[in-house]
C-alpha cells in the first residue's frame, strides 16, 4: 500500500504562481507513473517514472509543469500565471500496479490506484 502525501496548496492572487509536492511512501513498492488531477476529476498533468515522459491534456496551454525526483518518490506541480478558473482541490495519483503501460489510461483516472488526499488551491482575483 503507497500512501500519497500533498503539499503546497494554498491562497494565491491570479498571476501567480504556486508548486504543488506529493511525496509516496509505503513497503515495498513500484511507481509506474503519476499524476495530478483536480476535482472533477480533471486530468492536469502525468509523468512515467522510468522515462520522465510527461503528458498533458490537448487544451495545456503550458502554465503547469509536472516533474519527478525519483530519488524522493515524490512528484511536484510547478502552476504559473495562475488564474481564478484554477481554483481546485488538487490530486496526486499513482500508478504502482501498472495499468497505464507505454501511455495507456496515463490521463485517465482509473489508470491510477493510488491517491492523495488532496490539497486545496485558491486562486483570487
Known amino acids: 500500500q503507497v500512501q500519497l502525501v500533498e503539499s503546497g496548496g494554498g491562497l494565491v492572487q491570479a498571476g501567480g504562481s504556486l508548486r504543488l509536492s506529493c511525496a509516496a511512501s509505503?513497503?515495498?513498492?513500484?511507481?509506474?507513473?503519476m499524476a495530478w488531477f483536480r476535482q472533477g476529476p480533471q486530468f492536469v498533468a502525468a509523468v512515467t517514472w522510468r522515462?520522465?515522459?510527461?503528458h498533458y491534456p490537448d487544451s495545456d496551454d503550458g502554465r503547469f509543469v509536472i516533474s519527478r525526483d525519483t530519488a524522493k518518490n515524490t512528484v511536484y506541480l510547478q502552476m504559473n500565471s495562475l488564474k481564478p478558473e484554477d481554483t481546485a482541490v488538487y490530486y496526486c495519483?499513482?500508478?504502482?500496479?501498472?495499468?497505464?503501460?507505454?501511455?495507456?489510461?496515463?490521463?485517465?483516472?482509473?489508470?491510477?490506484?493510488?491517491w492523495g488526499q488532496g490539497t486545496q488551491v485558491t486562486v483570487s482575483s
Open positions: 495519483a499513482a500508478d504502482t500496479v501498472k495499468r497505464t503501460p507505454y501511455g495507456d489510461r496515463i490521463n485517465e483516472a482509473d489508470g491510477y490506484d493510488s
Open positions: 509505503g513497503r515495498s513498492f513500484n511507481i509506474y507513473a
Open positions: 522515462g520522465g515522459q510527461t
